[in-house]
Each structure stands twice: as structure tokens, then as C-alpha cells.
């Protein structure tokens, strides 16, 4: 074999490798978002240009990971003590195995939940935990961990097929290629690619979603936004939002505004002036002299429009009709984002912003003379700091207490629960030990039985539904997994009535708050779930009162409710009088507040947006549709300086 032909066979190889990549990546892109059809979760490519870029920008990407990909186990194989045929083998089936482990995991994800989810979204939704993501993902990608699996072991039999093949051949043939060339080539692809993803995203914003959606684009943009952080404050070249002062650490997309400086830190809304300040609610009063014990309930994923909804002729929630008949019902209570732990903690602590360490409803009810009980059906220690003061609690159990009764897949923190039944045995238990106890109680308890994947064996069939599978639960079957989310609903409705009882037969009559951390998506706008969007399916959430009085304006987010809590107990029946603000305007994000993705303020008029990644922002009517928003106009900078000041604590 001459020295040009042992040259020329490294090409076709990464050419092969580079078609299977691409290949694949168009097939989970265009089933996962619609990007080559209808462009259903996404914008769609269309027209000969734009095909031919994206096909000719793919191909670069892909040959920059691949390369990259090579050398990288070119040099491991060493270690390995591998050499000739069996570490060409081995380079290159790692190579091509991460991509498509990427594409496949994506694809698995999808199927379950609509819309491809980012690591920081599974991040959010796992309590902030990078391992809980990496779990979730697991949980309910497990047919692509098994083929990951599987494909490792391909690549061992590959090698191990090259080592009997090897003997066959002269070692004089085999030229395996120098790590030099194929630091160079990478570096090249790095950069062109680094290029080609940095103009697309000013003048062809359809084909950089598309490539930035490949693992090799998502790995170049990482790459070079590290590399060009200059200033290492966690933004360079391609970040998304871009950094527009690379050298200034102080001046970034979510550096802390300083107001009055004229200096606009983060690069949205200009300076905020030193005197504004946000609109603030109406005054909620002293605290209410009156101590009726009172009774929290927390649901998890509970839509607001469950309430009064029925199914073949059954309503869902006839415990909850009943309770807010006795009392009172929002139309338009919301969760400020919705993500359970950021939900629970703004309940308790009453502020946008939850900080460890700051007094909670726990500690105003001890202040008061009250026992305080805590009950929850999941493990109340996931998602960080106790933000909540559950461990303040008089009395303190949740889902850790009885793992061998779990209705969760496994005992992970990350995951674990029990059913209701389980929680009103504890609930129960503690109001019976109690019973000769004079003072009044405030119980907190926390139902689970609407989380994903919407069903369990303790479940009754109360609306006739049969329920989905997991393998069922996909966006063609939304009508069928929505219904087993009623269900799961008409169950908790149920335990609702008997917790309702059980405390009337100890405690006799008293206040009764009943809401949930965030709704719940099924595919109405792409994906199933919670954490992405603002829309009502996934903010809007049940609000029943019950001997808690006072004039509560609508919109209304779960941080105003601690401060009227305390001023309206009253106990009896009656309830508290809502009322729509047309002035009012509630404050929501998604992902952190600290970095969100989106932030908005509600209103009778609808959402004002921005999404923070885009620069876009616009406004969505009541009656669904939206319109772009210029950057000068008034409503945004006043969405952007609410923003500013919830991060800042300021009043």
C-alpha cells in the first residue's frame, strides 16, 4: 500500500462517520420540533438556500466533532494499550457513538415529553441538581440506555473484530493517522464552524436553530463561548444572551443592575432610575387577632381549570366545588414560576425572591401560639436550602418515612413519593396523639398524586378512565393521557373530602387554604409538562378559601399569599372576596430568577414578555394572539425594572 493511498483512507472514514451523524440529526430534529415540515415547536426551513446552508454548515460542525471526537480517543486508546487497526476502531466508534447517544437520548426524551428538554430545564425540574437531571433522564429515557449499552458493546466487539483481522494484514500497511493532522483539522472546522454559527445567528436565524440544535452545534458553541469569555464572567462570543462588554466582568446579560448610574448592567432597559420603584400591592393590614387552627393544603401539578370540570357526565373535583361553595374560589391565582420548589418556598415565605434562613408561615404560626404540623407525600429535602422551615415544624414527616410504600419508580431523592392514602394515615396518627392538645394547629399537607406519570396502583378508576401506560405517554396520545390525568385529579379530589372530614371530626371548624406549586401542559403548546412557559396551562393554579377574609385583587401569585393569610383568619364559613385589578400586574419567569429564560408581568390584558436569550419580547392578548414589542416601549422597560428589582430585593 503506498503512502498516498494509506493518506486517502482517513476520508472516506469521516466522511461515513459524518453522514450518519447528520443523518441521524435530521431525522430527531424534524420528529422532535417540525423543523423540515410543519415547524410545529419550531421555525421551519424552507427555500433552496437555506437547505443549502444548513446541509453545508451541518457537514462542517459534524466534521469539527467528529475529528475533535477522533483524536480525543485516538489518544485515550493509548491507555488502553490499544495500537494499530483496534485504536482506529476504537477512535472511531467512540467518535460516532457520543452524537448519536445525544440524538437518541433527545429523541427518547421527546417521545415522553413533546419538546426536546435542555439540561437546564431537567436541572429546574430536579430541584437544581445536575445528578437528579442525569437521573430523570434515565428514568424515562431507559430504552436509550439500553441502546447506549449496547452500542458500547459494539464498539468492544469492533475492536476486538480488528485485533483478528489485524493478523492478517502487514503491519507496514497500516497508517494510522498523526495526532497533529487531526489537531489541525479540528482546530479549522472549530473555527470556521465557531464563524459560520456566529453569522447565521445575525442574518439566518431559522438555519442557526437548526444547527445549534446538533450535538456538534451545541458542542462548538460551548466551546467557543468559553473560549471567549474573556472577562470569565460566564458569557463570551455565543452565548445566548450575547455579552455586549467581553471585557468587563461587571457588565453582563444578568449582572445586578445599578440604578442610577448610567451604567445599564445587563443590557435591557436601559439605566433604571434611582427613585423608580415597583408598583406595589395593596396594603394587606395588621394580623388578624382572631387564632381558628388552620389547614394548607399544597397540590403538586394541579391545573387551575380543573375546578368544576366534569368527565362523561362525573365531575372531577366535587369535594373542591363543595369547600370553595362554604367559602370562596380565584379564577386567577398564578404561580410566579412554575417549578415546585421555588413555588413551595415563595407559599411560605411570601416573596418573590425565597433567601435561606428568612422567617416562613412556620415561624408566624409558632410566634402565635400554634403547634405546627407538616406533612408531605415527597421527599421535602430535594431542591436545596430548606427555604420552607420544615425542620422549625413541631411535628415534621414526609415521603422518606415510609419508602417501602412508595408509589415513585424508585426511592431517589430525586423522585421519591407516596400516595395520599399514606398521608392521611400520618395525618391521622398525628391529630389523634395530639387530640388533648388545647392550642390551635396549623397543618400543612402536601398531596402528590397528579405528578407524572399520572397514575399508580393506589389509584381508583373514579371516572371509568383506563389509565396510560409510561410507553403510552406520548404527544399522539395526548387525549388519552390527559384523561388519566383527570383521574389522578378525581383521586386527590377524594382525598381532599376526607382530609376535610378527618380534620372537621378533630379540630371542628376552622380555615382552610387549598392551592398547588404550578399547572400542568399536555402538548398544548408542544410539550407535556411544567417549567418552559407562562402560558395558563402550566402557571394557573387552584385558589380555595375558606374562613380567611379580605378584598384579595386578581391577579394573584402564590408569594401574596403568607401576608394575607395572616391578615384575614377568621375561621366559620365565608371566604375571601376576589376581584379583577385592571391595574394589577403579577411578575412570572421561567428557569431562575437570577438567570431567567423568560420573564413577564400579567395582567387582565394579557402577558407582556421578554424572552431574555432572544431579545424578543411581545405581548400575548387573552385572546392568544401576540405582538412584537419594540425595545423602547414603556411596558417592557418596566417588565425589565421589576425584574431588576425582585433580583435586587429591593421594595
Excluded at 255 to 262: D, F, K, Q, R
Excluded at 436 to 456: K, M
Excluded at 497 to 512: F, I, K, Q, T, Y
Aim: proline share 6%.
Amino acid at each position: 500500500m503506498s503512502r498516498r493511498r494509506r493518506v486517502a483512507t482517513g476520508l472516506p472514514l469521516l466522511a461515513l462517520g459524518c453522514a450518519v451523524v447528520f443523518a441521524l440529526d435530521v431525522l430527531v430534529l424534524g420528529m422532535s420540533t417540525g423543523y423540515f415540515g410543519g415547524g410545529y415547536n419550531s421555525p421551519r426551513l424552507s427555500g433552496a438556500g437555506a437547505w443549502l446552508a444548513f446541509v453545508a454548515g451541518g457537514a462542517l460542525l459534524d466534521a469539527f466533532l467528529i475529528t475533535a471526537g477522533f483524536a480525543i480517543a485516538f489518544a485515550l486508546a493509548r491507555t488502553l494499550r490499544l495500537a494499530g487497526l483496534p485504536r482506529i476502531t476504537f477512535a472511531a466508534g467512540l467518535a460516532v457513538l457520543v452524537p448519536v447517544t445525544l440524538d437518541v437520548v433527545s429523541h427518547q426524551l421527546h417521545r415522553v415529553f413533546g419538546r426536546v428538554l435542555g439540561l437546564d430545564v431537567l436541572i429546574e425540574l430536579a430541584g437544581g441538581s445536575v445528578s437528579g437531571a442525569v437521573l430523570t433522564a434515565i428514568s424515562e429515557a431507559p430504552g436509550a440506555l439500553l441502546g447506549l449499552v449496547a452500542a458500547g458493546a459494539g464498539v468492544a466487539l469492533a475492536v476486538a473484530a480488528a485485533r483478528r483481522l489485524e493478523t492478517r494484514l502487514a503491519p507496514r500497511e497500516l497508517a494510522p493517522p498523526a495526532l497533529g493532522k487531526l489537531a489541525a483539522l479540528a482546530a479549522a472546522t472549530a473555527l470556521c464552524g465557531g464563524l459560520l454559527l456566529h453569522v447565521a445567528s445575525q442574518r439566518w436565524p431559522v438555519v442557526a436553530y437548526g444547527l445549534e440544535r446538533k450535538p456538534s452545534g451545541l458542542a462548538l458553541r460551548t466551546l467557543v463561548r468559553t473560549a471567549t469569555d474573556w472577562d470569565r464572567d460566564g458569557f463570551g462570543w455565543l452565548s445566548r444572551p450575547t455579552d455586549r462588554a467581553p471585557l468587563d466582568p461587571a457588565i453582563h446579560p444578568f449582572a445586578v443592575e445599578i440604578p442610577g448610574n448610567g451604567i445599564d448592567e445587563n443590557g435591557v432597559g436601559g439605566d433604571r432610575p434611582a427613585d423608580w420603584r415597583m408598583p406595589s400591592a395593596p396594603p394587606v393590614g395588621a394580623e388578624s387577632p382572631a387564632q381558628p387552627s388552620f389547614l394548607l393544603i399544597f397540590l403538586e401539578s394541579f391545573r387551575g381549570d380543573l375546578i368544576g370540570r366534569k368527565h362523561g357526565g362525573q365531575p372531577v373535583t366535587p369535594s373542591l366545588e363543595r369547600l370553595a361553595a362554604l367559602g370562596s374560589l380565584s379564577q386567577r391565582a398564578f404561580a410566579h414560576n412554575p417549578s415546585t420548589w421555588i413555588s413551595r418556598a415563595q407559599l411560605f415565605q411570601g416573596r418573590i425572591r425565597p433567601v435561606a434562613g428568612a422567617p416562613t408561615l412556620i415561624d408566624d404560626f409558632k410566634r402565635r401560639g400554634y403547634r405546627v404540623a407538616y406533612v408531605s407525600g415527597q421527599d421535602d429535602t430535594h431542591g436545596g436550602p430548606d427555604l420552607v422551615g420544615f425542620e422549625r415544624a413541631d411535628f415534621f414527616v414526609d415521603a422518606r418515612s415510609s419508602p417501602e410504600r412508595r408509589t415513585s419508580r424508585t426511592a431517589l431523592t430525586v423522585s421519591l413519593q407516596v400516595s395520599w392514602r399514606v398521608v392521611l394515615e400520618q395525618v391521622r396518627a398525628y391529630l389523634e396523639s395530639t387530640r388533648d392538645d388545647p392550642r390551635p394547629v396549623f397543618l400543612y399537607v402536601n398531596l402528590v398524586d397528579t405528578h407524572f406519570p399520572y397514575h399508580h396502583a393506589e389509584l381508583e378508576p373514579l371516572l371509568g378512565v383506563i389509565p396510560v401506560s409510561r410507553a403510552e405517554i406520548r404527544a399522539w396520545n395526548a387525549g388519552r393521557v390527559f384523561e388519566t390525568y383527570l383521574q389522578a385529579a378525581a383521586n386527590v379530589d377524594r382525598a381532599i373530602g376526607e382530609l376535610l372530614a378527618l380534620w372537621h371530626e378533630h379540630v371542628g371548624d376552622s380555615a382552610v387554604l387549598v392551592t398547588a406549586d404550578h399547572g400542568q401542559a399536555f402538548y398544548e403548546d408542544g410539550m407535556l409538562g411544567h417549567g418552559q412557559s407562562l402560558a395558563d396551562e402550566q402557571t394557573r393554579i387552584p385558589l380555595v378559601v375558606k374562613g380567611i377574609r379580605g378584598d384579595w385583587p386578581e391577579p394573584l401569585g402564590l408569594a401574596e399569599l403568607r401576608g394575607r393569610v395572616l391578615a384575614g383568619l377568621s375561621g366559620g364559613a365565608g371566604g375571601a372576596s376576589f376581584a379583577p385589578d385592571p391595574e394589577r400586574e403579577l411578575f412570572q419567569f421561567t428557569g431562575s430568577l437570577a438567570r431567567p429564560r423568560e420573564i413577564a408581568l400579567r395582567s387582565s390584558r394579557g402577558l407582556t414578555v421578554l424572552d431574555l436569550a432572544t431579545g424578543q419580547a411581545r405581548l400575548e392578548g387573552a385572546d392568544g394572539g401576540a405582538t412584537p414589542l419594540p425595545t423602547e416601549d414603556a411596558r417592557l422597560r418596566e417588565l425589565v425594572w421589576t425584574w431588576e428589582s425582585v433580583v435586587s430585593d429591593e421594595p
